[in-house]
Structure formats: C-alpha cells, structure tokens
C-alpha cells in the first residue's frame, strides 16, 4: 500500500514563501504523474501544478512564474516550491500521484496566508 506524507504547510505573510513536500512510502516517478492541487472552504479541488514521467510541467495560469513543482528521485519526494503568496491561495494543499486506474493522495497540508 502506497502512502503520502505531506509536510510544510503553515502560517506566512502575504508575499512570503513556503515549501510543500510530499513523500512516498517507495519510488513512484517512473511511470506515475505527480501533481499538486488545493481546496479553499467552499470551493471546489482545482489543480495547481502538475509533473509527468517524462518531465512536462503544468502551472495554473494563477501561480506561473511564482510556483515551481519539482521532485527528488532519490528521496522519493516531490516538492512545490510556492512564492509571492497571496491571501486568497489559503486553503489545504493536496499532493497526488496518478497513473491509470491508480490514484493516490496525500492528508493534505495546511497553508495561510495573513498578516
């Protein structure tokens, strides 16, 4: 049985950073893409960014150039890497792995940003 563990969620000032990680119980990166979502109160799980197999990246359009999605092979980690953060990205952080009919997600991990 697989599992997530997700770490580096908190508390930071608007326009701070943070750093998420997400580790895997066993290396997963060679054929499952990884992707990183988030859900505020009310609203519904949309995606943040997103990594494949063979390395394509995906960012929404709202966190291009301020987010960075990444991964550690030998760590069995994947990371993301979140600057210039803004009031309205509160909400819980969510890594997950896919690959077919098998999909994995992590506790999720809480970020808020407020002064």
């Known amino acids: ?8 969620g908190g508390v930071v000032q608007p326009g701070g950073s943070l750093r998420l990680s997400c580790a895997a119980t066993r290396n997963m990166f060679d054929i499952y893409s990884e992707a990183w979502y988030r859900q ?13 197999p063979g390395d394509n990246i995906n960012y929404a359009d709202a966190v291009k150039g301020r987010f960075t999605i990444s991964r550690d092979i ?5 990371y993301l ?5 803004k ?3 509160s909400a819980v952080y969510f890594c997950n792995f ?6 994995y ?3 999720g991990t809480q970020v808020t940003v407020s002064s």
Do not use: C, F
């Not at 030998?74 to 994947?78: D, S, V």
């Open 98 to 103: 896919h690959y077919g009919q098998h999909d």
């Open 81 to 85: 890497q979140m600057s210039a953060l």
């Open 40 to 52: 505020a109160p009310g609203r519904v799980r949309e995606l943040v960014a997103a990594i494949t």
């Open 74 to 78: 030998a760590k069995n980690t994947l």
């Open 1 to 8: 049985q697989v599992q997530l563990v997700e770490s580096g």
């Open 87 to 89: 009031p309205e990205e």
């Open 105 to 107: 997600w992590g506790q």
